[in-house]
């Protein structure tokens, strides 16, 4: 299964959070990755794709930090 491929099928009860995050682990594995090639919206779109997992990885690398640091003080 894709992420181009996947197709939500419609539910009328909730999923459970650990098949929405199976599900979501999923589409990000098989996700197609963006490369800095064609057209100018595809460069674009890498650009923001860049910039998003830039972005992403500094505010998840803070968070652990901050949690690291405020289990070191408790302690």
């Known amino acids: ?3 181009v491929t996947w197709h939500r ?3 009328t009860a909730a999923l459970p959070l650990r098949t929405r995050l ?3 682990n999923e589409t ?3 996700a ?3 490369y800095f090639e064609g057209s100018a ?3 674009l779109r890498y650009v923001g794709y860049l910039l998003g997992s830039v972005l992403a990885w ?3 690398g803070l968070v ?3 949690a690291l640091g405020r289990a070191l003080t408790s302690v």
Do not use: C, F, K, N
Request: proline fraction near 12%; hydrophobic fraction near 40%; aromatic fraction near 4%.
């Open 64 to 66: 652990v930090v901050a």
């Open 9 to 11: 099928r419609p539910t």
């Open 41 to 43: 919206r595809q460069r």
């Open 58 to 60: 500094t505010v998840g």
């Open 22 to 24: 199976r599900h979501l």
């Open 28 to 30: 990000i594995r098989w």
């Open 32 to 34: 197609p990755a963006p």
């Open 1 to 3: 299964m894709s992420a």
